[in-house]
């Protein structure tokens, strides 16, 4: 990372700095060397009030070729949607619960192959790491 300022969360700076990070891991570019498919991660506000952020994100071959905050769903069809109110992807970012694990629980709620994501464990971890490894302020 080239940046030591925290970055607020679920913004198009965070979303910039998430894709060089995953760009820049060779953890992940092996873990996911076979992986081809792209997400919204779609942040839900935790109080009433609070503005909902969609992120996409387009990971191909243990590379992310595309992560921005869009502003409508209609704008990707992508394989996966996963969301969870700012609390619970603070939780999975901060490593506090895995990332399967949240799944798993409803942590985090997945609308798309969960078989496909089990047979891809260490690439979803590593690119938890990778969100990790960002300087992160969250409000």
């Known amino acids: 990372m080239t940046t030591t ?18 760009n820049q ?46 502003k409508d769903e209609s704008e990707r069809n992508p394989e996966f949607r996963i969301w969870a109110p700012a609390r619970n992807w603070r939780r999975v970012i901060t490593r506090e619960i895995d990332p399967i694990r949240a799944l798993m629980t409803n942590t985090l709620r997945l609308k798309g192959n969960f078989a496909k994501i089990m047979r891809n464990v260490k690439a979803a971890q590593e690119l938890v790491l990778c969100a990790a490894s960002v300087p992160t302020r969250f409000e």
């Open 25 to 70: 891991s060779p953890s992940y570019a092996e873990a996911a060397k076979n992986w081809e498919g792209d997400f919204w991660f779609i942040v839900e506000p935790d109080a009433e009030g609070g503005e909902r952020v969609l992120m996409y994100v387009d990971l191909w071959h243990g590379q992310c070729r595309e992560a921005f905050i869009a």
């Open 5 to 22: 300022e925290p970055i607020l969360f679920a913004t198009p700076s965070w979303a910039a700095a998430f894709k060089e990070a995953v």
